[in-house]
């Protein structure tokens, strides 16, 4: 830690006021989880009348019991594992040949196809296009519609190609004497040395496709391929209009906000506990792929 001694006063307050804004700043970010968590624990009369801010009232698991009995839960569950787990793979399987490609000094065009990259950051075809492009090719309402029409994303290209640029041409030149080819090149020199940018790109693509929605909720028909926060919609809104169940609310133990709530917290837990094993590579997967040298 570093001896505040050697600071002036003035060094000292910027400090302090440094950190102090960092804590505020973290705990506003913090307590949206916290405030979600309580809810879910608290009964359905308390959490309606507001009486919810910080910890839960009434303590209760009624709307986590409620959440996993239903069966549709369990398969939204289980299709945003395949979406995510697919989805991933199947961007990974195309970005990281991508961006090596784009890397490459000598590659025909370089300038034009990285110029074609960079342009889908800034333009789309736009909502309708998409859709009836989606259609054309039959992707519609299938689960390899939804891991393969969003498998690329032109900022993952570039932050990736951006890393494997900075890695000194001294290691390919090794190995080509080594009689290695491209391919050789990328899986036992590029990637071992890209495992921070890789990661980063891996936790994108991860957090991209669980938080997955709108075209989920666009293309997919089938109540049996829904993902978790299509389903998360699909509860708020049958809750919302069963008058049977708002009706019994006073009876019940949970209600439309506890039973969203504890959704959203079953969601959330496999991210949190996927984070922490790739947030060591994170900060420097960012900082080197975002620095073109």
């Known amino acids: 830690m570093t001896n505040m001694n050697l600071y002036s006063p003035g060094d000292k307050v910027f400090v302090y006021l440094c950190m102090f804004l960092i804590s505020v700043f973290a705990l ?21 009348a507001g009486n919810v801010v910080l910890t839960p009232v009434d303590t209760t698991l009624a709307a986590y019991e409620y959440v996993v009995a239903q069966r549709e839960f369990w398969v939204s569950y289980r299709n945003t594992f395949i979406y995510t787990i697919g989805g991933t793979i199947t961007s990974l399987l195309f970005i ?14 370089r300038r034009f196809w990285n110029l ?14 998409f859709f009836l492009n989606m259609r054309d090719l039959g992707l519609l309402d299938s689960y390899i519609g939804i891991m393969l029409g969003f498998a690329i994303n032109g900022f993952n290209v570039i932050l990736l190609r951006n890393f494997f640029e900075a890695i000194p041409q001294s290691f390919e030149e090794a190995a080509r004497m080594d009689g290695a080819n491209e391919f050789q090149v990328l899986w036992k020199v590029y990637m071992p040395l890209s495992k921070p940018a890789i990661a980063t790109v891996t936790l994108f693509c ?8 709108f075209w989920a909720m666009v293309l997919l028909q089938d109540g049996e391929k829904i993902p978790l926060q299509v389903y998360l919609r699909q509860v708020i809104a049958q809750l919302s209009d069963d008058e049977e169940f708002t009706a019994t609310l006073l009876d019940q133990a949970y209600s439309v906000e506890t039973v969203t709530a504890a959704i959203i917290v079953a969601s959330i837990i496999p991210v949190l506990i996927f984070y922490p094993f790739i947030q060591k590579y994170f900060n420097k997967g960012i900082m080197l792929g975002g620095v073109k040298e």
């Open 96 to 109: 990281i040949p991508g961006a090596y490609a784009l890397s490459r000094p000598h590659l025909y065009g």
């Open 28 to 48: 506003s970010t913090l307590y949206p989880f916290i405030y979600i968590a309580a809810i879910s624990l608290s009964t359905g009369f308390e959490a309606r």
């Open 116 to 129: 074609m990259v960079a342009f889908t950051m800034w333009f789309n075809a736009g909502l309708i296009p």
């Open 206 to 213: 991860v957090v991209g496709r669980w938080n997955g929605f």
